[in-house]
């Protein structure tokens, strides 16, 4: 008899799932999976109590109770919700109580009162490259037809807080990409301005969700006065690293170290000597600045003698290396 049971509830999905066809009149659109479910298990109970035990009647309706209790769920006005059978679009859902089952007849509930987003203190770059801190507030809601909570269950998660996230990348994304087309002292005179460009551009994101925007406000305008001296703070540090690992290597090579110090000597002497023979050339009337360092490379044999000293010093360096290897 339990063949008879599982035969009866595998009608009753078939009927739930059974295409049908339009009614003349507008029906009221509801989610029953949950009730046929509990349904088709009661049955099944009241039958086996039938046929073998009592106790098959009190775990039918149990069973019933809890299938009941799992899948409710109320949809309030002015919220909307729509119906999804296995992650496809059925249709929009009037109003009160639903029983969705999960993965296979669900719920998509969406708030239809009017949202507003925090972005909280941004930081912007302006065209300038200094830094300014600015605090934006969005306002948006749901667009009233079925085409909107349509997209709005499709194109986001089921979970509405989770859904939050992308409305505010896409509105971070939109005030960086207006603010830093100006300067501080352009941002309050046209502040009336940024709020309508910043309105258009997030409208336009938040259309592809099924939601519209109705209002930006920007507050708050700060600059970072001491964004340049912070850069060269880090710029700063950035270089002491850099010098750290050289001094790493140099530290127990002392050859590599006396080289690198005789090339640096080399090459300040270098620069001196062209500087000096430029000034006694120009003096004269005569001669481009490149022939003027050539001729002072090739006329200054100090010069010479520590380019040659420096890679000599390479040169047993490099032998030594190759010598432990």
């Not at 909570?149 to 896409?170: G, W, Y």
Request: charged content about 25%; proline content about 4%.
């Amino acid at each position: 008899m339990i063949y008879i049971g599982i035969a009866l509830f595998c009608l009753l999905a078939v009927y739930f799932f059974m295409p049908r066809r339009a009614p003349a009149l507008p029906l009221v659109r509801r989610i029953n999976a949950g009730l046929y479910a509990a349904f088709g298990v009661f049955v099944a109970g009241i039958m086996l109590g039938f046929l073998h035990s009592g106790a098959w009647i009190f775990g039918g309706i149990a069973g019933a109770l809890a299938i009941i209790a799992a899948t409710g769920m109320e949809v309030v006005q002015p919220d909307r919700a729509g119906h999804m059978q296995f992650g496809r679009w059925v249709g929009v859902v009037d109003p009160g109580w639903h029983f969705p089952i999960a993965f296979i007849s669900e719920c998509c509930h969406r708030p239809g009162k009017d949202l507003t987003l925090d972005l909280g203190t941004m930081k912007v770059f302006t065209s300038r490259k200094t830094a300014i801190t600015a605090k934006v507030t969005i306002n948006y809601r749901l667009m009233p037809t079925d085409e909107d909570i349509k997209l709005a269950c499709l194109r986001l998660p089921k979970n509405f807080t989770d859904a939050e996230v992308f409305f505010r990348e896409a509105a971070e994304s939109e005030v960086r990409s207006v603010l830093g087309k100006k300067d501080f002292g352009g941002l309050i005179p046209e502040q009336e301005t940024l709020e309508k460009e910043m309105k258009e551009k997030i409208a336009n994101d938040y259309k592809e969700w099924g939601f519209e925007v109705f209002g930006v406000k920007i507050r708050d305008f700060d600059e970072e006065v001491e964004s340049e001296a912070e850069r060269i703070r880090v710029q700063g540090l950035a270089q002491a690293q850099v010098r750290l690992e050289e001094a790493k290597a140099y530290q127990n090579n002392y050859p590599l170290a006396i080289a690198t110090a005789v090339a640096a000597l080399a090459d300040g002497l270098s620069r001196m000597g062209g500087r000096e023979k430029k000034k006694k050339k120009n003096g004269d009337g005569g001669q481009s600045e490149n022939e003027t360092d050539d001729a002072a490379d090739q006329q200054n044999p100090l010069v010479s003698a520590a380019q040659d000293a420096a890679e000599a010093l390479r040169g047993i360096t490099g032998r030594r290396g190759r010598r432990r290897s």
